[in-house]
């Protein structure tokens, strides 16, 4: 595809812009900002993965992992403030799904360590985690917020914290893993998954790219899992005070 051929495709933002407009939907200057800003951050991306491609240099690698895990993370800490230590939890959430992701995969030989495997399969593993960690938290505060006499309950009789907060932590953990579950049953069905279809575009044999998504679906399943039970289960003791008294969420 050529910049020309780029710019023609701008027609697919003038559709939505346009309805917003003559609706009056308010959303005219989301829609361009949102359009330039991605348009910029992937043009950038863009230059800077095809240096490091070049290079093949495992240090580039890293710094490309640790680039995506800072943006995913500043990206959640909003979500998760009111929960003191939010910003050591994710990051080491974040960090902790990475290197097991990884670390399986490459002990397995199920990728080589190369640039083009592990950078674009490393983005789709943060992304999701970004994504499952910001339902987590959105639903286990709102939850929090509304069972806070229940919790005050349970310890006033005598229980445990984790006992307190069970019901609203486990509702949360469901609520996080439910769409990704769910888009996996029609999965192939319904739509065909950006990294079958991308490498199916880019000439690849069909059955290869099935073989590539399974990976990534497998992969994301356990994201689902790990990201809103690591976070879950690091953030509801932060809720307490070292007296096991409820203390809530704390907001600046």
């Not at 330039?36 to 230059?47: D, W």
Request: charged letters at 15%; one cysteine or more.
């Amino acid at each position: 595809m050529t910049f020309i051929q780029l710019a023609t495709a701008l027609v697919f933002v003038a559709i939505p812009l346009g309805l917003t407009i003559i609706l009056k939907l308010g959303l005219k200057k989301d829609v361009i900002i949102a359009t330039v800003r991605s348009t910029i951050q992937l043009l950038i991306i863009g230059y800077i993965l095809t240096f490091v491609f070049e290079s093949d240099q495992p240090v580039y690698i890293i710094l490309m992992i640790a680039l995506m895990i800072a943006a995913a993370s500043q990206n959640i800490f909003k979500k998760g403030s009111g929960i003191p230590g939010i910003k050591v939890i994710i990051v080491s959430t974040l960090v902790f799904v990475e290197v097991l992701s990884m670390g399986i995969m490459l002990s397995l030989n199920i990728i080589p360590f190369e640039p083009e495997e592990v950078i674009p399969i490393s983005g789709m593993v943060i992304g999701n985690c970004m994504v499952l960690s910001l339902l987590f938290l959105d639903k286990f505060k709102d939850e929090i917020e509304r069972s806070d006499e229940t919790i005050e309950l349970i310890l006033s009789m005598g229980g445990q914290p984790k006992m307190a907060v069970d019901r609203s932590l486990k509702s949360a953990i469901r609520t996080s893993m439910i769409p990704t579950i769910e888009a996996q049953k029609t999965m192939g069905l319904v739509q065909l998954p950006g990294m079958m279809s991308g490498l199916i575009i880019g000439g690849a044999d069909p059955m290869e790219a099935v073989m590539y998504q399974l990976l990534i679906l497998f992969l994301i399943l356990t994201n689902a899992t790990l990201c809103s039970v690591i976070v879950g289960y690091m953030s509801y003791p932060k809720l307490f005070n070292q007296k096991l008294q409820f203390v809530g969420l704390k907001y600046d």
